[in-house]
């Protein structure tokens, strides 16, 4: 929470827990290496999953009927447009 915003970060891979992908995708980062069909499609994935997360929790929180009550908020509706 940064204030007026979310800040969301999904961690693809860490050196320890995959080890192999992680150099793989640093190693494409700093443009030593094209990535591999393969790589190119989990990381596809990983981005699908991300942006489904977000969707899912838009859809949550927009299921609160006490949530919802802030839309109406007109000091709110000032500040954030």
């Known amino acids: 929470n940064i204030g ?3 800040l969301f970060l999904w961690k693809i891979a860490s ?3 995959t080890p192999g992908l992680a ?5 494409f980062l ?3 290496r094209e990535l591999l069909e393969e790589e190119r499609n989990s990381v596809a ?3 699908d999953v991300a942006v489904y997360c977000i ?5 949550k929180i ?6 919802l009550q ?4 007109k000091e709110l509706n000032l500040r954030i447009p």
């Open 23 to 27: 150099v793989r995708l640093q190693d």
């Open 30 to 32: 700093d443009r030593k």
């Open 70 to 73: 802030y839309r109406e908020h």
């Open 55 to 59: 969707i899912k929790i838009i859809a």
């Open 4 to 6: 007026d915003a979310f």
């Open 15 to 17: 050196y320890t827990e």
């Open 45 to 47: 994935i990983m981005a």
């Open 62 to 67: 927009n299921s609160y009927q006490q949530i």
